[in-house]
């Protein structure tokens, strides 16, 4: 293997993929990139055996061709250290590479490719349907924090993609809170659904860069690609039933709270300070014009409450939530004002953008409330 490349190029390459690189794996090969150069062309691949990573760049004066497993921590760390500048990278021995640039070189270990796994990606018949990055990016930002970490329960571990002839839903959940991601942008050819393990979902949120216009997604009954630009990630799916979440999408909860969002997150953070650091519950009493939120710690002698003038049409309530909860909901929907469903103190929650903004916000949610004395 010889060929010259800009050492910023494949930095900016090897950080891409290197978030697939396992940090103790019991095969000691996937501590390593594979470099496979073909025709000026150099892929560069990352597994866990879990999920995969994988990008092409083209370089100059490709000499030989060739495939290398290449130390990612050596490589990534003497990268890091040079300045922008052609880099020299040739093969010397049957186990052993040199990088030169301008003013010197450093040797290196490399390893058979042969030893490197291989990375099987979906089958040939697997459904293929081309996602927006930006909707993508979007749906995974707005869902990813709702997830569960369950044993039992792997299904909710993950991010439910289910897809329609007339729209693509984004769904995750804990079991406390549901969060909906719905839009219009993916039509699917037919109804299908895979679940996103959540470590796949946040590399691929992250590796998305804002040049990107389009993600083909293809995936089978147990893995998907997600193909963009010169980059490719391959992951297994979860595998398991999601449940059916419409079911519990609350409809016909009659008490109808209108909010500016800010203003009710600012307020949950404020009384949330005085809450129980275990439980972390507060208390929010409605009426007609007003919200009253409130948290106390009796064991620590602390209380706080704050009233707020608001929009509110229903019997008279109160309703005990989990703040942590309730501000991770407020705090990743857009919208600028919003509406709060109540059937009573002991059914769950909508979550929804206000009316006048229901066209262009995509997100609602669903949270479950907590006795309060």
């Known amino acids: 293997m010889k060929l010259n490349i800009s050492s910023t ?31 000026n062309i150099l892929e560069i691949t990352a597994s866990d055996s879990e999920l995969t990573l994988r990008t092409r760049i083209e370089v100059e004066g490709a000499e030989e061709g060739g495939a290398i497993a290449v130390p990612a921590r050596h490589m990534t760390d003497l990268l890091k250290e040079l300045p922008d500048q052609p880099l020299g990278i040739r093969t010397i021995s049957e186990s052993s590479f040199e990088c030169s640039w301008a003013s010197g070189n450093s040797v290196l270990p490399y390893f058979p490719a042969d030893d490197y796994p291989e990375i099987k990606g979906t089958a040939e018949d697997a459904l293929k349907v081309v996602f927006p990055a930006a909707s993508l990016v979007d749906g995974i930002q707005s869902t990813i924090y709702a997830t569960a970490d369950d044993e039992i329960r792997p299904a909710m571990n993950g991010i439910f993609f289910d897809m329609a002839p007339e729209s693509t839903t984004l769904v995750a959940s804990d079991s406390h809170k549901l969060i909906c991601y719905t839009t219009a942008d993916v039509k699917a050819p037919e109804k ?50 999601y449940p059916k979440y419409r079911d519990v999408i609350p409809l016909s909860n009659s008490n109808v709270l209108q909010i500016d969002r800010q203003l009710l997150l600012n307020t949950v953070k404020r009384v949330a300070v005085c809450a129980n650091k275990a439980s972390n519950h507060i208390k929010l009493t409605l009426k007609e014009g007003q919200l009253e939120v409130s948290a106390q710690d009796l064991g620590f002698a602390l209380a706080a409450y704050e009233k707020i003038a608001c929009n509110y049409a229903g019997d008279e309530l109160t309703i005990g939530f989990k703040s942590t909860f309730l501000t991770e909901i407020l705090a990743n929907m857009g919208c600028n004002s919003l509406v709060i469903k109540f059937a009573d103190a002991r059914r769950a929650a909508l979550i929804l953008p206000a009316q006048e903004e229901a066209d262009t916000e995509k997100v609602c949610g669903i949270l479950m409330p907590i006795m309060i004395q």
Do not use: W
Request: with cysteine; proline share 5%.
């Open 9 to 39: 190029n494949l930095l900016k390459a090897l950080m891409d993929v290197s978030k697939a690189i396992p940090s103790k794996s019991p095969l000691p090969i996937l501590e390593n990139f594979l470099f496979v150069l073909k025709d």
């Open 192 to 241: 299908a659904s895979f679940i996103l393990h959540k470590k796949p979902a946040a590399v691929l949120r992250s590796i998305i860069g804002k040049d990107v216009e389009d993600v083909e997604i293809a995936f089978d009954s147990s893995s998907a690609q997600f193909t963009f630009g010169g980059t490719t990630l391959i992951c297994r799916l979860v595998v398991g039933k």
